[in-house]
């Protein structure tokens, strides 16, 4: 199979929000105040808010926020542009990286692969998310699809885009990300092949599964050169 490039989703993937979330969970509380119900401490509001968010990060952070208020992390006067401008306010101040990303770059770019990234969000908020993990520079391309000048994930328009810039084909870029509908639904309509990185572990009814899974992009090295020895 000809592969000639690697594409990624960034939350999840190439970046682990979980820990990110641990270490902001002091900053969070804080900040929420009387939006949390007492007692709630940084330890169980970071537990919650992780379990939540990886069974509805799919459906959104609406239905994760009701989903806190359902725990009874969050009061049922909470208010949601509060909420959500605290989670922004801490991606911009914290990212935490996964412990194996020098060697994994280091294995792509072995690989003679075009590397890229394609994530939803304000260029504000995920290029801080980068600046944090000093990650623009392991990419030939990125794409931050904002719904404005770029239409979101799953559109293929921010797929297709970005196989412009690298100038290949999608059939021959690889997409790795968690997000069954955003990233494995949406590179698979694009014409990319889909690989999904199971960091959540959370599946989608009625989304055709990938045809390729990973535990964390780690993997997709030996991936790539199982799939390139295919017929």
Known sequence: MKITGAVFDLDHTLFDRYATLRALAPFLVERLGEDLMPGVDPRRFAEELSAADRLYIVEGWERIFSALIDRG????SADFSRYAESLYAGFRRTAVPFPFEDAFFRALRERDLKVALITNGSESVQGA??????MARRFDEIV???GEKIPKKPDPA???LMAERLGEEPGTLLYAGDNPLNDVDGS???GYIPVWVRTTGVWCEGIE????EVDTVAE???LIDRLRNEA
Do not use: T, V
């Open 220 to 222: 997709l090295p030996a």
């Open 158 to 160: 921010p797929f297709r």
């Open 188 to 190: 698979r309509r694009a």
């Open 144 to 146: 931050i699809a904002d």
């Open 73 to 76: 992390i969050l009061r049922k």
């Open 209 to 212: 599964k990938a045809p390729y």
């Open 129 to 134: 998310k980068l600046g944090l993990l000093d």
